[in-house]
Every structure is written in C-alpha cells, then in structure tokens.
C-alpha cells in the first residue's frame, strides 16, 4: 500500500478529507440501535442538520451512499406521470438514469456539459407538458457547472404537481443553499463530500407534500419509503440498523460545523474557488495548457473542473509527489482533471496545492 498522505493534501471532488478527530470519533464502543442512547444520539445529530439544510424540518438520515436517496427521490416523489431530468453532466445524467431504470417515464433535457439549464426555458417545458418531476444535480461534480437552484424552484414552485428533486451531494454544506425558503420538495446529499465525513450516510430534507406522495406511493420499495424514514426519525430512530459509528463522526462533524457557522463554511468555499480560478486565469496568461471547463459565472464553490489535455500525466505526477487531485470524470477523463476545494479545507492548503500544480504544469 501507498504511504499515507500528510495532511491537507487530498483534494479529490470526493470522498474528502476527513480531520483526524471526526475519523477518531467512529471508534466509540457500539450502542444498540433502539432505545435512549441512539435516541439522544440521533435527537443531537437532527438539530446540527437544520442549519446545514437551511430548514425546520427534520433530515432524514440513511445508511447508503447518495445514489441511494435519489433513487428514493424519483421513487417517493412520482405519482406514475413523467419525470424531466436536467442532465449537465455525468451525474445529472446518472440522476435520468435512476429514473429510468425504476420504469419512470423520462424525457431528459441535455445542456452542453459546463453549462446550467435556463429557468425561463425551464418554465416554458413546464407549461408545455405535465410532470410529476424535475430532477437535476445542483453542483455537477463532474464539470464544476453549478446550477441556479433558487431560480429553478422558483420555476417549480409555479407548478404545485411538478416536485422539484435535488441531488446536491457536493452543495449542501458547501454551496449557500436553502431548503426551506426556496421550496425545494425533496433535497439529498451524501456524506462524503462538502461535509467532509467518510462515505457511507447520505441525508435526505423531504416537503410534507413529498411525505405525502410517499405514503400513497405503490412502487418505493421498503428500505428507501421516505415516509417510514420519516415516521422512525420522530421518535429518533431508523427503521433498519443504521451504521452507528458513521453516526458518532457525524455528531462530532456537526458541532465542529456549528462552530465555524454555515455563513463562515459558504464564505470559505468561495474564496476556495476564488482562489482556483484566479490560479486558472493565471497559469492560462503565462501559456500553460489550462483553462476553466465551467462556464463563467455558472460555477460551484466546491469543484473546479480544469480543461487541460495534460490531465492523465498532471495527476500522476501530483501522486508521485504525494498529492491526490480528481481526474476528469468519464468521457471528460482526458481532457479535464477537478480540484475538490470543499469540506474542511482551508484556503492555505489550497495555496500549497496550487503552488505544487504550477510546478507540475511548468
Ligand atoms: C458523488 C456524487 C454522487 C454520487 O454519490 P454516492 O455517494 O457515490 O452515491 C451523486 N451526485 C453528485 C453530484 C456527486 O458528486
């Protein structure tokens, strides 16, 4: 095996690097999952989700990877009409996908990759058509393309019908968004991403309207019922075992989030990526092959995806020097390579990042 990397030099769009503390956290001795101390458990870990999803209501905790919820997400949230998939990228398209293959009816709506889908469009297919659902990736890990989510639901929100579902895997905790106030019916994100945890939970924040259509749902199969999910966490449990020692990291990460605050965490990500374009425009001026994928002003303050046909040897030899960054994502594998600036990063060691890729790009 590789020798581990020192600190604050794993940049991959996820997973993310974890602090050493919130890892040492998941050796805590078992508890059984029913009774007071997952409840307590359980009870602390809701409260420190509000602020991260921007709401009120209760988050859904679930033992799976992200992918997980969003096949909760067409399942619970469809009434057997069609779905319209936003597709931008790899995992927007993954998102159709997913629809598809639980026999949705599913009309995907594609956008050159690094770009986002225009609302006003947005608003035009929806008054043209029915559906029970618009799916898109808010923050496309893929490209580094971030779309306009306050102006899609306001889109959606014109079509009570039509459920705005969202996978924000690397927004939530990373991108200022909020939940509540933009009357998002059903928005998920995973573990391992801007809330720098190891992989294994994903979190769910579902609208009453989307509990709802969960209950009459026929075809949600158990473990993924939203409803059930959300019945169980009334009482601060889960319906399965859930995966406890991922819970206690999850605990500690959340208080060390409250006490950076979300303003502070949405701050730092922008000057992350800030910082990353600048490097970018930089490198680009003094003739080095690279450029911005992403098109301006379309742009995630988690992932930056870089347009370089020297992808392939960049990242082996940021490796070789003891750096990981992202290498392009499917068919972008060679010609883009992504610097996941999210999580618990701070802008010094982005620096120190950046000053190894110019080395490794002059
Ligand atoms: C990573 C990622 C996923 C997939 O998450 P898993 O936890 O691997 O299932 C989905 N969407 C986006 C935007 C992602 O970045």
Request: aromatic share 22%; no cysteine; proline share 0%.
């Given at each position: 095996m590789d020798t581990p990397l020192e600190p604050g030099r794993f940049f991959l769009p996820g997973p993310t690097e974890v602090h050493p503390d919130v890892l040492a956290a998941q050796n805590a001795p078992m508890i059984g999952h029913r009774g007071k101390q997952i409840q307590e458990l359980m009870s602390g870990i809701n409260e420190g989700l509000k602020p991260v999803f921007q709401t009120t209501g209760d988050v859904i905790v679930s033992t799976s990877s992200a992918t997980g919820l969003m096949e909760a997400a067409v399942r619970n949230g469809t009434k057997g009409g069609r779905v319209l998939s936003l597709v931008n990228g790899a995992f927007s398209k993954r998102f159709a996908a997913i629809a598809e293959s639980c026999g949705i009816d599913t009309e995907v709506w594609e956008v050159e990759w690094g770009t986002i889908h225009d609302p006003s469009e947005l608003s035009k297919r929806l008054a043209a058509h029915p559906y029970d659902a618009v799916t898109l990736s808010q923050s496309e890990t893929s490209t580094g393309a971030l779309q306009d989510l306050e102006a899609i639901a306001e889109v959606t929100g014109q079509h009570a019908e039509t459920f705005l579902l969202v996978d924000s895997v690397t927004g939530i905790g990373g991108v200022e968004t909020h939940s509540d106030d933009w009357g998002i019916e059903f928005i998920l994100t995973g573990s391992q991403k801007a809330l720098a945890l190891p992989p294994g939970l994903a979190f769910g924040l579902a609208s009453q309207s989307m509990l709802d259509r969960s209950a009459e749902s026929?075809?949600?199969?158990?473990?993924?019922?939203l409803a059930r999910l959300a019945k169980s966490l009334t009482k601060h449990e889960t319906p399965a075992t859930p995966a406890v020692s991922l819970l206690y990291a999850l605990d500690l990460q959340l208080k060390r989030i409250a006490a950076e605050t979300m303003e502070a965490r949405w701050e730092r990500h922008k000057a992350m990526q800030r910082r990353t374009i600048e490097w970018i425009e930089e490198m680009k001026a003094s003739g080095a092959p690279v450029d911005v994928f992403a098109a301006e002003g379309q742009r995630s303050p988690t992932v930056t995806c870089v347009a370089t046909d020297q992808s392939v040897s960049a990242v082996a030899e940021m490796k070789r020097r003891g750096w990981v960054v992202g290498g392009g994502y499917g068919p972008l594998k060679e010609s883009t390579l992504r610097i996941?600036?999210?999580?618990?990063?701070t802008l010094e060691e982005l620096e120190a990042l950046l000053a190894e890729l110019t080395e490794v790009f002059s």
């Open positions: 026929k075809d949600k199969g158990w473990y993924f019922d996941g600036h999210m999580g618990d990063h």
